[in-house]
């Protein structure tokens, strides 16, 4: 039986021993992007975060667009868990701890129709997170018009990067945000980097 546990380096910073370790295995077996090793659940604060607020709706499906190893999805309470991410290599490497109970799929936010095939059911929370800061909004409010075009979403966890953090492509705004829908809720994503937003989706997006 592994028991997991967390330590502090020189700068305060937690890091998860274990999953860290296991991850670097992982990595050599699938040749998953790298940035998954150092990112951790207990390292990313976020990921709880998102995974609270998930919860608080006591979904019956939740679906993962950009999931990488599946750390946040796996962890919500829904009957119906799916993940979606663009590497290959990332969702086979998510299947190995995270397979039982949740299905992973390469995939991501512009394939909304194989999306909607895939879960072939209502989506009750959508969640978007650590990603979009590479993609204009536009084309972000597109894909998730044409989603909910095919398939029922109830509501949508998506960051934004605070402005004064440098070094990302795109700085959405809580206006951009509320294109999509009525914004239920904002909290700080923990890490100093983001805001976790919840919105609940009209039944048609303008795009």
């Not at 670097?24 to 990921?47: A, D, E, I, N």
């Not at 190893?69 to 290599?89: H, K, M, N, P, Q």
């Not at 998510?94 to 936010?109: K, M, Y």
Request: charged share 20%; net charge positive.
């Amino acid at each position: 039986m592994s028991i997991g546990f967390a330590v502090r380096n020189f700068c305060g910073l937690v890091i998860s021993q274990p999953s860290m370790f296991r991850y670097r295995r992982l990595q050599k077996q699938f040749g998953f992007h790298p940035w998954h090793v150092q990112s951790p659940y207990l390292r990313r604060s976020y990921k709880a975060r998102v995974v609270k607020l998930v919860n608080s709706f006591h979904p019956e499906t939740v679906v993962e667009i950009g999931c990488g190893l599946g750390e946040i999805v796996a962890r919500t309470s829904a009957r119906y868990r799916f993940g979606f991410d663009r590497e290959l290599a990332a969702v086979a490497a998510a299947s190995v701890p995270h397979g039982r109970h949740t299905s992973f799929h390469q995939g991501d936010l512009l394939q909304p129709e194989a999306i909607a095939r895939v879960v072939g059911r209502p989506i009750d929370v959508l969640v978007a997170v650590n990603w979009p800061h590479m993609l204009g909004f536009d084309e972000i409010t597109h894909a998730i018009a044409e989603l909910v075009r095919h398939v029922p979403v109830g509501v949508l966890v998506i960051d934004t990067i605070r402005p004064e953090r440098p070094g990302y492509e795109q700085y959405h705004t809580l206006r951009d945000i509320s294109r999509l829908g009525k914004v239920v809720t904002t909290r700080c994503g923990g890490d100093g980097i983001r805001d976790l937003h919840v919105v609940k989706l009209q039944a048609r997006v303008d795009n």
